[in-house]
């Protein structure tokens, strides 16, 4: 059902440092040929060009996850702020996962791109799951809270999967059916609950087929999201998502949403973790598509802030929990009414968007993509290369 949708295709995809779900940019090579890559007749390199598109993305994805976070203390007391909850978490993570997995097609084991997750990816998710550590035990009052790489504490569990999911980036490529496969191992976690909370397996199992599925795609299955009939059929969609998560919200915990757990762990039995495994599948997959319909693919004024959605990402988690720790949500009831689920609304996506820009990116870049030359052997081949 794929194929090229129009004449003018996206460009190759390009993906920056400093971005949550893609690869870091490679210094002896790169992921993906661009004119980018070769000299032009003066012999200067032009500078790496970014796709608007992917950045336009990813940037409107870590807006939609801080809204989420903040509607969660105003969906007991709100059917539709539960909808929309429900709604956007679907498709937000789904987005995000699929994302990560097509900038991660070109990884295999060499050592600059073990490098680039080691400092990139591994890094940041232990100097966050300590932090985070702290800061709860601050916060929340709670001197016992323990620090476990093993059982990564709210956001950073995305980090973990991340790792885990590229580190197995080369057995998808060689397997001969990697999506059902993947759908195969995210079924069986949903009815297995001895699988317990290390790296919180949970999601990085349930959320794997999102990843395979972007490994597998090419430029020209995002440009078919991008068609007009596509563009125009996501409106009926949305509301007939919207409609359905209205008629669901007092029906159904949101708890399946996160997959971070077990059908039998929700209380329910255990053939309807399969059964939600797959539905939810389909859900978020058409959803994602109706969302990057209405991506744009110009540049924005807030295209440059796709860059920075790993800081936006992991920085706006210490403002979503403290609101909690901190009572406010209790503590001002008007919070709870139809003007102050706007406010909140906004609030969450101003707040985010300060945290993506370059001056935050510039403040934070040692803990978000640390050099660490310090740790790694340089390569031979690159210092003869210096050399010369």
């Not at 969609?237 to 762990?265: G, I, K, N």
């Not at 994602?288 to 990402?313: D, E, H, S």
Request: charged share 15%.
């Amino acid at each position: 059902m794929f194929h090229a949708a129009s004449s003018t295709p996206l460009p190759p995809a390009r993906e920056s440092a400093h971005s949550m779900p893609g690869p870091r940019p490679s210094q002896g090579g790169t992921d993906t040929p661009t004119a980018a890559n070769t000299q032009n007749a003066s012999g200067a390199k032009p500078a790496k060009q970014r796709d608007a598109f992917f950045d336009n993305a990813k940037y409107l994805a870590i807006v939609l996850v801080a809204m989420g976070h903040a509607w969660e203390p105003l969906t007991d007391g709100s059917r539709a702020a539960e909808a929309l909850y429900m709604t956007v978490y679907t498709f937000h993570m789904p987005a995000f996962i699929l994302i990560s997995g097509y900038f991660s097609r070109s990884f295999d084991m060499r050592a600059d791109r073990i490098k680039r997750l080691v400092t990139g990816v591994l890094v940041p998710f232990v100097i966050f799951e300590v932090a985070y550590t702290f800061f709860k035990r601050w916060a929340d009052d709670d001197p016992t809270q323990p620090i476990s790489l093993l059982d990564p504490w709210y956001l950073t569990w995305f980090l973990a999967a991340l790792f885990v999911w590229r580190m197995t980036t080369p057995l998808w490529k060689l397997v001969r059916w990697p999506i059902p496969l993947s759908i195969a191992i995210a079924v069986l976690a949903s009815v297995s609950p001895e699988i317990g909370n290390d790296l919180d397996l949970q999601r990085v199992l349930q959320f794997l087929p999102f990843f395979v599925i972007g490994l597998f795609m090419k430029p020209e299955h995002f440009q078919l999201a991008r068609r007009r009939e596509v563009k125009l059929l996501s409106i009926p969609v949305f509301v007939c998502a919207l409609v359905l998560a209205y008629w669901a919200a007092p029906r159904m915990t949101s708890a399946w949403f996160y997959h971070r757990d077990s059908a039998q762990e929700l209380g329910a039995p255990w053939w309807s973790g399969a059964v939600m495994t797959l539905v939810l599948l389909v859900c978020s997959l058409a959803l994602v598509a109706c969302f990057f319909a209405w991506v744009p693919k110009r540049k924005m004024w807030f295209t440059i802030l796709g860059a920075g959605t790993l800081y936006g990402y992991l920085l706006h988690g210490f403002l979503a929990k403290g609101s909690r720790f901190w009572g406010w949500f209790d503590d001002y009831e008007w919070l709870h009414t139809p003007l102050g689920e706007i406010f909140v609304t906004l609030v969450a996506a101003s707040v985010v968007t300060v945290l993506c820009t370059p001056p935050v990116q510039r403040a934070f870049r040692f803990a978000m993509e640390p050099k660490m030359e310090w740790a790694f052997k340089r390569d031979a081949a690159a210092v003869a290369r210096s050399r010369r």
